[in-house]
């Protein structure tokens, strides 16, 4: 299941979210952390705030898995990605 981890994270630049990309990949290679994968982030500076993607077993692996990483995660959301590319309605006309 895909989950979208919101960060309230004052201060946080794309260059020192890089480096916080690169150590969640890391930290969910490692023993017990199996059941989460660390997907990437979007970074909204101006507002403060990061969504980290991640598909995991539960919401609670994967705050399990944000904290290992050192992601300030406040609240883990139940998340549907939609291809654009993709109709994902059946029975839509065109």
């Known amino acids: 299941m895909l989950y979208a ?4 994270w004052p ?3 794309q260059t020192e979210l890089e480096h916080v ?3 969640a990949a890391q930290a969910l290679r490692e023993p017990g952390a199996r059941d989460v994968t ?3 982030s979007l970074l909204f500076a101006n507002d403060d705030l990061v969504l980290c993607l991640f598909e995991g077993s539960s919401p ?3 705050k399990r898995a944000s904290d290992r990483a050192g992601i300030p995660c406040e ?3 139940n998340s ?3 291809d654009a590319g993709r109709n994902h309605e059946k029975g839509v006309r065109r």
Do not use: D, E, F, S
Request: hydrophobic fraction near 45%; aromatic fraction near 14%.
């Open 5 to 8: 981890a919101k960060c309230y």
């Open 11 to 13: 201060g946080i630049t």
């Open 21 to 23: 990309t690169a150590r």
């Open 38 to 40: 660390y997907r990437g």
């Open 60 to 62: 609670t692996a994967v």
């Open 75 to 77: 609240r883990v959301m």
């Open 80 to 82: 549907v990605w939609l």
